[in-house]
């Protein structure tokens, strides 16, 4: 019995150490947007349309950031050109908002681009960083 409890504190302390080890680590989340100031513009091209527009970003207010499509937007994508606000996620995605909070379209972090849209699926749109 007076071994048992010298034993027992060593099995404790070696199970500690082991799940430190295993657990697993936090993903990096990429914040592109909240890197370049409250000033951003990027431009929008679509997989079914010639041509490009540029959305500017504006002011923070809270979890969003304000959003302006310029007139060129109709011809890319017109849901795209009824968005209000830029919407960054946890995981680095940014959701367009219309001003009633409606989704417009959900973006990923591209390899290549800046953003790659997922929602809608059809057409692929692309936001290129013009900082």
Request: glycine share 8%.
């Amino acid at each position: 019995m007076r071994g048992a409890l010298p034993m027992a504190a060593v099995a404790l302390a070696l199970a500690a150490y082991w799940a430190g080890d295993f657990t697993d680590p936090q993903p990096d989340t990429i914040n592109v947007s909240s890197t370049h100031g409250d000033n951003d513009h990027y431009q929008l091209r679509s997989s079914e349309q010639d041509g490009a527009c540029t959305l500017s970003l504006g002011v923070i207010k809270g979890a969003r950031q304000a959003l302006s499509p310029d007139a060129a937007c109709t011809g890319v994508n017109a849901d795209v050109s009824t968005a209000r606000w830029w919407q960054e996620r946890p995981d680095g995605s940014v959701a367009l908002l219309r001003s009633d909070g409606g989704l417009v379209a959900e973006f990923a972090v591209a390899d290549g681009a800046a953003f790659e849209s997922y929602n809608p699926v059809s057409p692929i749109l692309v936001l290129l960083s013009e900082k």
